[in-house]
Nanobody, 128 residues
């Protein structure tokens, strides 16, 4: 059974950076599409990035494109989300989610309903 654990959240000033990690146990993350999904208080979940089996073809939402970078380290069984130029509106609980669907592995999507396995989330606060 795949289990996901996020880490790396915290408090950062606007314009700062954080790197989130999503570490997997119980299975090999290489065979799963991964999405990063966030939820701020009072708001709906928002998919911000995803990566399929082809690590060279990730996807980003318009709200984070150019600022966030998703990557895989298969040797560490971990996926990362590098977040630069953070804005107050980026503050949320960030979740990584995984699914072994061959369709998502070919072309990932950031629809949270597509993902079966979820981590517990890590809080990101952007404030001066």
């Amino acid at each position: 059974q795949l289990q996901l654990v996020e880490s790396g959240g915290g408090l950062v000033q606007p314009g700062g950076s954080l790197r989130l990690s999503c570490a997997a146990t119980g299975s090999t993350l290489e065979y799963y599409a991964i999405a990063w999904i966030r939820q701020a208080p009072g708001k709906e979940r928002e998919g911000v990035s995803c990566i399929g089996s082809n690590a060279s073809d990730p996807y980003y939402s318009r709200s984070v494109e150019g600022r966030f970078t998703v990557s895989r380290d298969n040797a560490k069984n971990t996926v990362f989300l590098q977040m630069n130029s953070l804005k107050p509106e980026d503050a949320a609980v960030y979740y990584c989610a995984a699914d072994p669907s061959p369709r998502l592995l070919r072309v990932c999507e950031i629809d949270s309903n597509e993902y079966l396995y979820w981590g517990q989330g890590t809080q990101v606060t952007v404030s001066s």
